[in-house]
């Protein structure tokens, strides 16, 4: 069983739309990551946090916003999505160390669809 | 260029028979990790083994292995014995020395290997 929760597991939204996907990890992990994945290809990072500080934004657009609320709780807020933002989001955890051998655990994901 | 590449978009294996699932990549950095995982089409990514470049030895995690051959830059994951809960995509991962911005993963375009009874 994943430690990594994630939720809801389906949502379906319009374009004018405001919803929030929500991910909590219980494994005490200080980084927590917002992976999207099209159909048929590998995850591609948005965003991570690090010690609930925002280290990464992968040039992705203002429409989606993170928030990490403690080191246990990582959101995605969306607003005003488009028909082409339909994925499935994982969201990830790791114990956040610098070295290479830092495992990233992931959720179960929310399969995303904007009409 | 492809960091990392699986050559292999699909497989068929039959059941209790093992399989290879290829992974190649590219790095000029001598610390790295490589990590496999497993994505069923619930949708899940579940870890399955890793492997660090100055690990000695291949991985092993129960019916999973990795024939890892550093010379080659290759990461080959073998599952013994297969059964048809194995049916999934795996993808073969790398983590290089982080620089300022902080863990990422590089992933490969994953296999997709279907399992017969």
């Known amino acids: 069983d994943t430690e990594v929760t994630q939720t809801p597991k389906h949502l379906v939204m319009g374009m004018t739309n405001k919803k929030s996907l929500k991910c909590e990890q219980h494994?005490?992990?200080?980084?927590m990551y917002w992976y999207k994945q099209k159909a048929k290809k590998p995850p591609e990072l948005m965003f991570v946090?690090?010690?609930?500080?925002?280290?990464i934004n992968e040039s992705v657009p203002s429409r989606f916003s993170p928030e990490c609320p403690n080191s246990s709780l990582l959101n995605l807020h969306l607003h005003a999505l488009q028909p082409e933002d339909s994925a499935l989001y994982l969201c990830?955890?790791?114990?956040?160390?610098?070295?290479?051998?830092?495992?990233?655990?992931f959720g179960p994901g929310t399969r995303l669809t904007v009409l | 260029a492809q960091k990392i590449t699986q050559t292999q978009p699909g497989m068929f294996v039959q059941e209790k028979e093992a399989v290879t699932l290829d992974c190649t990549y590219d790095?000029?950095?001598?610390?790295?990790?490589l990590f496999w995982y497993k994505q069923p089409s619930s949708g899940e990514m579940i870890f399955l083994i890793y492997q660090g470049s100055y690990d000695q030895q291949n991985a092993t995690e129960g019916r999973y292995s990795l024939n890892f051959q550093k010379a080659r830059k290759s990461a080959n994951l073998v599952i013994s014995a297969s059964q048809l809960g194995d049916s999934a995509m795996y993808f073969c991962a790398m983590r290089e020395l982080p620089d300022n911005a902080g863990n990422m993963l590089t992933f490969g375009g994953g296999t997709r290997l279907m399992v017969k009874p």
């Open positions: 990830a955890s790791s114990q956040g160390n610098r070295g290479y051998t830092d495992t990233q655990y």
């Open positions: 790095t000029s950095d001598p610390s790295y990790g």
């Open positions: 494994m005490g992990h200080r980084a």
């Open positions: 946090y690090s010690y609930e500080k925002l280290s």
